[in-house]
């Protein structure tokens, strides 16, 4: 099976923009979490969704907002850019139970505000 | 709130060595706990999971870790270090009260010294 995948890899953007991350899962996979990554603040759980549903949201700003789609594929936007949003923004996949599935990682998308 | 507690942000070890990284997590109630490892530029790769029975896991490339509830400890072992090890490793738990949410440790970052 193909792992999970993040577009973009890169991307480059201004204070007071918005940007949309996308997400496409493992197959078969229908929960999908992304996580925020900085030096200063480590890993930390943005949110989850499942079935088209947030499942589980973690302390973030309404900036940070996301959907999944009936294929399970998900993206993240955030509006109003920051300079402390500057991070590597990981998605996860699993198949439905938290309690006994495991997330996968993408390998990331590293967003850079200028 | 649950918390990981990862000594050490740092760990330098030579090659063939024991590798050591310690984890401690605070929960009144045994969590699920994992170690994933991250390569640069690389999203999060699973090593080992620990949810019930045996508390002695073994995970990939040789990495085992023990779980002790009366030391709340998670901590990682390899009884031989190999170069390909030097990476970042990130300690996590999965809180029972809220499953789909994983909270991970500041990271360590291992070196192996030729």
């Known amino acids: 099976k193909a792992g999970v995948t993040q577009t973009p890899r890169y991307l480059i953007k201004t204070r007071g923009q918005q940007v949309t991350l996308s997400c496409s899962p493992i197959?078969?996979?229908?929960?999908v979490s992304w996580y925020q990554q900085t030096p200063g603040q480590g890993l930390q759980f943005l949110f989850e969704y499942f079935s088209e549903t947030q499942r589980n949201k973690g302390n973030f700003p309404g900036r940070f907002s996301g959907r999944q789609f009936s294929n399970s594929r998900s993206e993240m936007n955030v509006s109003t850019l920051e300079l402390g949003d500057s991070a590597l923004y990981l998605c996860a996949s699993e198949e439905s139970n938290p309690r006994t599935d495991t997330q996968y990682f993408g390998p990331g998308t590293r967003l850079t505000v200028l | 709130a649950q918390s990981v507690t990862q000594l050490g942000s740092h760990v330098s070890v030579s090659e063939g060595a024991l590798v050591l990284l310690r984890c401690n997590y605070s929960s009144s109630v045994p969590p699920y706990l994992f170690w994933y490892v991250q390569y640069p530029n690389q999203g999060l790769q699973l090593l080992l999971k620990y949810t019930t029975g045996a508390t002695l896991v073994k995970g990939i490339n040789g990495f085992e870790a023990e779980f002790k509830k009366s030391e709340t400890s998670f901590h990682l072992t390899k009884p031989s270090a190999h170069m390909s090890d030097a990476a970042e490793y990130f300690c996590a738990v999965r809180p029972y009260s809220s499953a789909s949410k994983i909270i991970f440790g500041s990271g360590t970052r291992l070196s192996i010294r030729p």
């Open positions: 197959s078969g996979h229908r929960s």
